[in-house]
């Protein structure tokens, strides 16, 4: 049976243990809910409108409303199957069991105890196993819908009385609504807001655990109940009747037993509400039971025995019988009837359903002429309530001039969408002017914005107003610096406005060339940001130069993060852009071009690299080199070829002044095909060589069946584009016999095909 105590499980549904079993529980949902067929709520609302010709009291064009609907307590298998698995996860079950084990053991221990066993029974109680539910067991309830009782806001309602006791207590309302009634229904079921309620007021049977009776007996200090027994029953007739046992004093035994502590009687009241009168007559009762119980004892033991068996040992059996024990043990655990009140809102229901069913479950009939003789302007609020600048509320005020009306609304996080609904006038001419207020947390006063003027939709847009955001980043070309002319430090001096102006302030950014990412400033200013930012920018070298940049301003957008390069401290560059100049095939990964600027009269160097990647389809790039003398235009480069199997580089190229630089590389298709490798030769290896000045490349392919029967590429970074032979080596490696060796073998140009003839390897 139920019993105590309740355990919240998930959301509004709370569990009952049972008083036995650990496994079993009760569930029962806190808050109505209503009923669903499938995902359709078993609910109604129809809502009617006024002439609209200026005689009807209605509130915004509604003249009244009728709403029914079902609610229920009912529980899902999933939610069944969620509870369950919160259960498990609080190990409710485990502290249960060793409850009931507890009790269990107590019991079985005296029982033992008093027989004079050592060896006490295992509890017959349930392990811990999978979790099953019960149904409650309700005796009476009913179901009220908690409405106002004053006011007029609804003028008839039908529904609630006794609840069914059985099932998901399913419940039936039905409202009819004055024109406010239905106004302020209408517009709840539109936004999802919270309504009137419903109310179940049950009561079902849980067990408490409440009076505990223990009686017991026990074959210590068994030497006064011996003396006790043997002068009662030397006093009473020998005969050979059950009589004999009549007239043996049993109740003066028992008053012994109880006065040696031999026998006692245990009364815990625990909860109940039982008179000290009544605990008396238990305890008498109790009594009563033990002396019935030894009598029987005795009568079991005379049946069987002869007349002299009786006549000398009837004494010694009479010892022996009351000193086992006995045990009465009654337990009055009350079952009473538990009050249960679950209540809720009807509309939760809503923050679950769609447009489309909320559409479905709410109509409008139109008594005007017109749609519903009014107008009706949204109005809607985006701010950053979670974010920088930390907006707390938007008060918006509308009027329009036409219809003489004007409103008010105060929007937070939680609130950021409304609807203005007035009845449209004759001359109607749809403009609508707002103005708005927006507060900030911990600042007193609004920043007001402008009066706005629209004809359909009022919506603000708060956004990032009055915060100032700008991420300054180093000029690109300062990280190509090397020598004493390079920069290491930078130093960004920001003022707003002047002293004169509350929101004037002044600070500084410190940042490097290598901080790619730049460093912000961000500064709130709750106010609009109606003047530019003054900045001034001072490069400090190694040499221990200081170049100070002029004063520069910035104006900002509205809502905009600026992104503000410093500005290039040496104003002449010399911008190479660099191509490959050829189609690769996928051998060949990337190329790396490093650049080098030397202006030894003035002791400056500037340095870039940069990479251009199979992966982007080898598109140019663009290499900037620094100048302090825009008249000296020499610079030089070198690059790396990486690829399968594949990693070489040139020697330094010299150039002069902004051009294309398309890089020299010699690409060589290699034909092996004819080499007939996997038939006439097991496998071979190719060395490659490709010597100029003091460049040496080389280059090694080991060929098998697979790879010989498809071209091959060699790239060779050269210098320049006028020097294009090389040599190459050939071993093959027949399937039987020694390796041939051929060597010192030309070529020359873009296509070298090596094949086998009659008189050798050509």
Not at 239 to 266: F, H, P, Q, Y
Not at 308 to 334: G, P
Not at 420 to 429: C, T
Request: include cysteine.
């Amino acid at each position: 049976m139920t019993t105590l105590p309740q355990i919240n499980v998930i959301d509004d549904i709370i569990a009952f243990p049972d008083d036995e079993n650990p496994n079993l529980y009760y569930l029962l949902r806190s808050a109505p809910q209503i009923r669903m067929d499938d995902e359709t709520p078993i609910f109604n609302g129809l809502f009617w409108t006024d002439k609209a010709d200026g005689t009807g009291n209605a509130t915004a064009g509604l003249a009244g409303g009728y709403v029914n609907f079902d609610v229920n307590l009912g529980i899902s298998e999933e939610e069944e199957k969620r509870a369950a698995q919160k259960l498990k996860s609080m190990k409710i079950q485990q502290s249960r069991r060793k409850e009931i084990l507890k009790l269990e053991r107590e019991r079985l221990s005296l029982i033992a105890r008093a027989k004079g066993e050592k060896n006490i029974p295992d509890p017959d109680v349930p392990e811990v196993g999978e979790i099953v539910f019960g149904s409650l067991q309700f005796t009476e309830g009913t179901v009220e819908l908690l409405e106002e009782k004053e006011g007029g806001m609804v003028t008839w309602s039908s529904g609630g009385g006794p609840a069914s006791l059985v099932g998901d207590n399913n419940a039936a309302f039905a409202i009819r609504l004055s024109p406010d009634g239905a106004a302020v229904w209408y517009k709840a079921l539109q936004q999802g807001d919270k309504a009137f309620s419903t109310r179940f007021n049950l009561k079902a049977l849980l067990r408490l655990p409440s009076l505990e009776i223990r009686a017991w007996a026990g074959s210590h200090q068994s030497s006064e109940i011996n003396r006790k027994v043997d002068r009662v029953w030397k006093n009473v007739d020998k005969g050979c009747s059950d009589a004999d046992v009549e007239r043996i004093n049993v109740s003066e035994v028992v008053e012994k037993m109880t006065e040696e502590g031999l026998m006692n009687i245990e009364i815990k009241k625990g909860s109940t509400q039982i008179s000290d009168e009544h605990v008396g007559q238990l305890r008498t009762m109790a009594i009563k039971l033990i002396e019935e119980k030894v009598k029987e004892i005795i009568k079991s033991r005379i049946h069987g025995l002869t007349e002299e068996e009786r006549k000398s040992s009837m004494i010694e059996l009479m010892k022996e019988e009351i000193n086992s024990f006995v045990e009465l043990r009654f337990t009055q655990r009350d079952v009473v009837e538990w009050s249960m009140a679950p209540q809720a809102t009807i509309m939760n229901f809503l923050a679950d359903i769609d447009e489309e069913h909320k559409k479905n479950i709410t109509k409008i009939v139109d008594l005007a002429d017109d749609i519903v003789g009014t107008v009706e302007i949204p109005v809607q609020v985006n701010a950053p309530w979670e974010e920088t600048p930390f907006v707390s509320s938007v008060k918006v005020t509308a009027e329009y001039p036409s219809a003489n009306q004007k409103d008010a609304w105060l929007f937070d996080k939680n609130k950021t969408q409304e609807k203005w609904l007035f009845r449209r006038p004759k001359n109607d001419d749809g403009i609508v002017n707002y103005t708005s207020e927006i507060y900030f947390k911990g600042v007193s006063e609004p920043l007001i914005i402008p009066s706005k003027e629209t004809n359909s939709l009022i919506n603000v847009e708060v956004g990032k107003i009055g915060f100032l955001s700008a991420n300054f980043k180093p000029h690109l070309t300062l990280n190509s610096l090397s020598g004493d002319n390079k920069v290491h430090s930078i130093q960004i001096d920001i003022s707003y406005k002047t002293s004169e102006d509350p929101e004037h302030f002044k600070t500084s950014l410190l940042l490097t060339p290598e901080n790619i990412e730049g460093k912000k400033l961000e500064r709130a200013l709750y106010r609009e940001i109606d003047a530019p930012i003054e900045y001034v920018v001072k490069y400090f070298s190694k040499n221990g130069k200081v170049i100070e940049m002029p004063s520069q301003k910035y104006y900002f957008s509205k809502n905009q993060t600026a992104e503000i390069f410093t500005p290039n401290p040496y104003e002449d560059t010399l911008e190479l852009d660099v191509e490959l100049g050829m189609s690769p095939d996928q051998s060949l990964k990337k190329i790396i071009v490093e650049f080098k600027y030397e202006d030894e009269d003035n002791q400056f160097t500037s340095e870039d690299k940069v990479v251009l990647a199979g992966e982007d389809d080898w598109d140019p790039v663009t290499a900037k080199l620094v100048q302090l003398n825009k008249d000296k235009q020499d610079f030089s480069y070198r690059y790396k070829i990486v690829g399968d199997n594949l990693f070489s580089k040139s020697g330094w190229v010299n150039g002069h002044g902004d051009q294309t630089v398309i890089l020299p590389i010699l690409q060589v298709g290699i034909d092996v095909s004819r080499l007939k490798i996997g038939e006439k030769y097991h496998n071979a290896v190719l060395e490659l060589k490709y010597e100029h000045e003091d460049q040496k490349v080389q280059h090694q392919v080991f060929l098998n069946a697979t790879n010989a029967t498809k071209p091959l590429n060699w790239f060779i970074p050269r210098i320049d584009d006028k020097h294009d032979s090389y040599t190459y080596n050939l071993t093959l490696y027949p399937g039987q016999g020694e390796p041939i060796e051929i060597r010192d073998l030309e070529g020359r140009g873009k296509f070298l095909i090596i094949q086998d003839t009659a008189q050798g390897v050509v």
